[in-house]
DNA sequence: GATGAATGAGCATTCATTCAT
DNA sequence: CATGAATGAATGCTCATTCAT
């Protein structure tokens, strides 16, 4: 299964070599971490050599900025659609917590490496291009919102909080899920956590 | 301010150098990262010795934890009395939200290492103590919330969704404003994320 | 200008992919050093592949020789002549010491280069091909003194000294203009490096 | 011999680890040239440790800087006193020109290593002191020569030409027999480049 | 001729840790 | 208790060179 990852992810990836030592990469950080991972490590899982490793990533900040930004574009793939959906906005925001929530669960090794690598992108050279993505993203979800406001669906709350309350509660199980604390998948709680959402957001008339 | 941290927090620390290596390490670790601080860098800036470093703490794992549990005291210390104190359900509710947003506001230094470390710290040598304080921590709150769902107070919900829902917007909140991606401090969105805790947690009757 | 040289010294390369590359390694060369320009550098500037560069010069210590050999025959060209220009003791000894700053002030990146690289060359494969052609050089230039000695024109000394003295001066200013030192160019003091050299191995009646 | 230079050329440092890495350097350097030499071929020579060395140099620069300098205070020591001998204006250029001849003759290991790093001590971060040395150094010859001029002794010639016609033709031959060009040692031919020397600079009534 | 992916030995440098003083 | 010289395994990265296409 995790063999395929980047095969559905990377389908116009033809450079096997390529996607073959992100594929190892992504298990090596996964199981070791990333600091703790070496160059070498993943040159041996992917039975290449370090040159060659590097002759397409440049280095391993560069290799772990091509794993992230991978990730972050099948996550956005699968979050954006939900916002065009026309519907009730209680639909849409209990749509957009189990979007969240079914990205994580399908992808778990994705999911585990944006928690585990976010940081390190955002403080490296890849950092702009981040911080410039996640603006993009939430712009939408801030117009949509502003749009629930208005009409009187949503509560009106100060713009930098909304964010929190619509997947805080979900980002905060998958995180003790992925890292083995809790063992039940998030799925299984998925209309919790939208209901939650909802009730954190819906305007009570 | 940051200079009396460890004054506060570790009163009955009399020797100076110990608490001055802990202000030192504490204030490296957050400039520079747990990896990338290397102990000469502590060194440094603690005007010691490494031999004196190691004699305090062992390894630099060992300063690491002694940091994080000494963060988790204090942390602790501010939390457990809120749900001792007899209330409404609501107000317990909210005062643990204000409670933990309170703490994050007055001691963000702390608050970052324990996000900069828990990960470090939970698979090394010192990972068993931190499960078992959280077990102890967490027994408490759910006794709590078991009462009131009997009582009819609390939604019935698996039991393993509840600490999300009652932290984690604020949580996800104030790991924004940490970082530096937000600007506003928690503490002035306090109100909001109590009471979107409330509205997860409450019995809608 | 400088685009040119190769074009000039190298007339009978018709191939401009060959005389392009070594245009551009002499560039990266003087720019850079001789062991911090890579192969990789030179592919870059000449927008060729490694596998071209590879293909016409062998390996990189073959295109340091050919760059090295070239600027060696562009030098010879200018100074052989006036050793049989038939004149004066005195003119000839000034003529050459004028030749060789006029050659290091036209091609300033060749002469450069053969300070960078003449040590490498040496020591390297075409180390002994360099020697003989010195040993050509200065066997021409000895028998002139040799004669110069017997008629009584020049000062009697110890054979090996004659290169030092007659280009010593002349070479240490030109190394230091080359290196950026001295700012004037040594074909405004050329008389006086040619007078000197003259002071130095006329025979005083 | 060469175990001793570093006992006679730094008596005071005590530390026998950090003369003792000096002197292996040297060697190594002299024997397989700056870039060749690696830390670790210094490292098997002197029976340390890789950490040892850059303990006491910080990186292989520091180690080439400290061993120019030291090399560049000796010389000067032997240079400087020529200047300052009461004498007639024959005798101290011809006794500047045997100093130099005399130093390098007499350390020719350190000779030849000054020749090989300048032009990366003059590069690196170093070579702004390097710069500064020379030009003091330079100012007191400067200074001399000046007097020597309006006096009637020495030629007025530009001053830029003055080390050149003073040392040139002695630099040259040094420099050819470290490299082993020629066998016979300078101080052999010294007071033909002493006498040269004077010749080049004397003003003629 | 031209290309560039692949190779892997080799290197400078880092850094936690030890221990004699 | 404090010091800092010494250690050496480990690591990211470079780069000349090869070779299949």
Redo the contacts with the bound molecule.
């Keep these: 299964m995790l063999q395929d990852t980047f095969e559905r992810v990377l389908p116009g990836t033809r450079?096997?070599?390529?996607r073959h030592?992100l594929q190892c990469a992504l298990e090596c950080f996964l199981e070791t971490g990333l600091?703790?991972?070496?160059?070498?490590?993943?040159?041996q899982r992917s039975?290449?050599?370090?040159?060659?490793?590097?002759?397409?990533f440049?280095?391993?900040?560069?290799?772990v900025a091509a794993l992230f930004f991978t990730a972050l574009d099948d996550h956005k793939a699968v979050m954006w659609p939900e916002l065009e959906r026309a519907s009730t906005p209680k639909t849409v925001i209990e749509g957009l917590v189990h979007s969240y929530i079914h990205w994580v669960t399908g992808q778990p090794e994705l999911a585990r490496f944006m928690f585990l690598a976010r940081a390190s992108v955002a403080t490296g050279p890849f950092g702009e291009e981040l911080a410039a993505r996640n603006r993009e993203q939430y712009s939408f979800l801030h117009k949509w919102l502003a749009e629930g406001v208005k009409v009187g669906d949503i509560r009106s709350l100060p713009k930098e909080t909304y964010p929190s309350l619509l997947f805080g509660q979900a980002e905060n199980y998958c995180r003790a899920w992925l890292s083995g604390r809790v063992p039940t998948p998030p799925s299984d709680h998925a209309s919790v956590f939208a209901e939650s959402a909802w009730r954190s957001l819906a305007q009570t008339k």
Excluded: F, Q
Excluded at 15 to 18: D, I, P, R, V
Excluded at 49 to 56: E, K, P, R, W
């Design positions: 450079k096997s070599t390529k030592i600091e703790s991972t070496t160059i070498d490590t993943i040159r039975d290449t050599s370090v040159g060659t490793i590097y002759h397409h440049g280095n391993k900040e560069g290799l």
